[in-house]
């Protein structure tokens, strides 16, 4: 039986960290997998995580299920972290779901089963785990351009054009905020434009959010997703605690569906629970109650937040120093798209041989895409990099 399995390509991102672990090289800087790190290259569990932890191990008194769609309570609670008020509770559906994957996952099974037929729009570049789910489960996909490799921001014009192609009964796949891998993204009066098309041409958005609070803030990275919820009949927003809660190995996700009034929310949350028992039963629960109990409590929230100011802060920190020495040792300013993008990633949008030369000579790693983890980076590391990436030649 198992010889007739085929191979499977890598997850080109995983890959790099064992190339990582494998360098003796006590100078090597790791700008691969996106994971939040500190100046010590530590990924911290966040005090309110551990505050948070501690209550649950003297309150908890049952393991027991909780329920196919996970606890009400974790719904309510990321539905006000990332709808506010854009659209009614009882509009919306949602199950939560291993990690921000596992929405992302159901969410295109929920459409393939709503619309065998239906096209998904994918930016170009995206997350490569948006194309393998797609190409794992041989649905359609379309690719809208995005990424502008001249400036290094996004080829808006290209990517309307392009998504004015679509029509009733696709879907786009947007990224919330911080575009990974590009961290190029588009502004307010742009989203605005996106939706004007969707209402053009009928076509739903379904949104991956997974890095709100690490772009201009809290509310600020919610706001496109949310004008594009409160504007479309219908999408989805797939959601991932991981890196802004820090619990990435708790997979903790939801998945919600806005839906057109209160009985189609039914029908809704009725697939979601199906699409649940299907494929694993319950949902994690460990990671969502963490992050209900710290959305709940004022005290664990503030501080929460203010931890993830922080984290912010030293990105965008590294971002301008990153930019600022680069124009410095270039004496010009083509890399001042640093400063602009937002997130944990920026492409350098360089070659893959400039990549594995960093990589060979320098003992920088990172993407083969040219995407680099603002976040791998410190104060000290920050000019070696500058210096690698201007005598490499990029
Ligand atoms: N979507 C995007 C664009 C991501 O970068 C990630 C990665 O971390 C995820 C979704 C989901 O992550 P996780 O499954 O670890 O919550
Ligand atoms: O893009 C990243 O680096 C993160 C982490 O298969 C990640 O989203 C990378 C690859 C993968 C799962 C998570």
Redesign the pocket.
């Known amino acids: 039986m198992f010889s007739t399995l085929k191979t499977h390509p890598a ?1 080109k ?2 890959a790099l960290i064992q190339l990582y672990k494998d360098d003796p090289r006590p100078t090597k800087i790791d700008l ?4 939040y790190k500190n100046a010590e290259g530590i990924t911290p569990v966040m005090r309110a995580v551990k505050a948070a932890e501690k209550q649950l191990w003297e309150q908890e008194t049952t393991k027991s299920y909780v329920a196919l769609a996970g606890d009400p309570a974790f719904s309510d609670a990321m539905f006000d972290l990332v709808l506010g008020n854009a659209v009614a509770r009882d509009q919306v559906a949602a199950a939560a779901t291993p990690g921000g ?1 596992g929405a992302v996952r159901q969410a295109f099974e929920m459409i393939r089963m709503a619309n065998p037929e239906a096209r998904i729009f994918v930016s170009n570049p995206t ?3 948006h194309l393998s789910i797609l190409k794992h489960l041989e649905m359609p996909v379309v690719e809208y351009r995005y990424f502008d490799s001249e400036s290094r921001g996004v080829d808006f014009e290209g990517m309307l054009a392009d998504l004015g192609q679509m029509k009733a009964g696709d879907v786009v796949l947007l990224h919330g905020c911080c575009h ?2 590009t961290g190029a993204n588009l502004n307010l009066t742009q989203w605005q434009q996106v939706i004007d098309m969707l209402l053009k041409t009928g076509a739903m958005p379904m949104i991956d959010i ?1 890095y709100q609070g690490f772009g201009d803030g809290l509310e600020e990275d919610a706001a496109a997703t949310r004008l594009v919820a409160s504007s479309v009949p219908e999408c989805l927003i797939a959601a991932s605690c991981s890196k802004n809660f820090g619990v990435y190995r708790e997979r903790t996700g939801i998945l919600m569906a806005v839906a057109q009034d209160k009985s189609l929310r039914g029908l809704t949350q009725g697939s979601l629970n199906y699409l649940n028992r299907q494929n694993f039963s319950f949902p994690p629960d460990h990671g969502a109650r963490l992050v209900t109990m710290i959305l709940n409590d004022a005290d664990l929230r503030a501080d929460w937040a203010a931890e993830l100011e922080d984290v912010r802060l030293s990105m965008l920190g590294l971002r301008q120093q990153l930019a600022d020495e680069l124009q410095r040792l270039s004496g010009s300013d083509r890399f001042g798209f640093i400063a602009q993008h937002r997130g944990m ?1 920026s492409r350098l949008g360089t070659t893959p041989e400039m990549v594995e030369r960093l990589r060979a000579e320098h003992a920088i790693y990172m ?1 083969g895409d040219s995407r680099l ?1 603002i976040a791998g980076l410190n104060a000290t590391t920050v000019p070696i990099l500058a210096k690698a990436i201007i005598d490499t030649g990029i």
């Open positions: 997850d991102i995983l691969g997998v996106g994971v994957t997350w490569p785990n990974n891998p997974a990633f993407v983890n």
